[in-house]
């Protein structure tokens, strides 16, 4: 059985931190792509950030360059997102998403709530 369960998430003011985990079972996570995405309320679902299977190649949402980092440990079955200097804006439920177009494998995890408030 398949499950991406995020954690992490929570209420943080403005300029502070958070780091979200995404634990993975039940599929072989280190030959799939792992992504993270948000959705805001009255917003589409973004992606955030991209990490590829061996961690050698990350991509971000122009939103978040220089704040947000994604990582991954094979070993653990776990992708990260370090976010830095939170803003208000970035008040979303985040998702965890693997992917491996081979296998044309497409999984999703519940989400975590990140809020942003003073």
């Known amino acids: 059985q398949v499950e991406l369960v995020e954690s992490g998430g929570g209420l943080v003011q403005p300029g502070g931190s958070l780091r979200l985990s995404c634990a993975a079972s039940?599929?072989?996570?280190?030959?799939?792509?792992m992504n993270w995405y948000r959705q805001a309320p009255g917003k589409e679902r973004e992606l955030v950030a991209t990490?590829?299977?061996?961690?050698?190649?990350?991509n971000y949402a122009d939103s978040v360059k220089g704040r947000f980092t994604i990582s991954r440990d094979n070993a653990r079955n776990t992708v990260y997102l370090q976010m830095n200097s939170l803003k208000p804006e970035d008040t979303a439920v985040y998702y965890c998403?693997?992917?491996?177009?081979?296998?044309?494998?497409?999984?999703w995890g519940k989400g975590t709530l990140v809020t942003v408030s003073a």
């Open positions: 990490i590829n299977s061996i961690g050698g190649t990350t």
């Open positions: 998403n693997a992917r491996n177009g081979v296998f044309r494998s497409n999984y």
């Open positions: 039940g599929f072989t996570f280190s030959n799939h792509g």
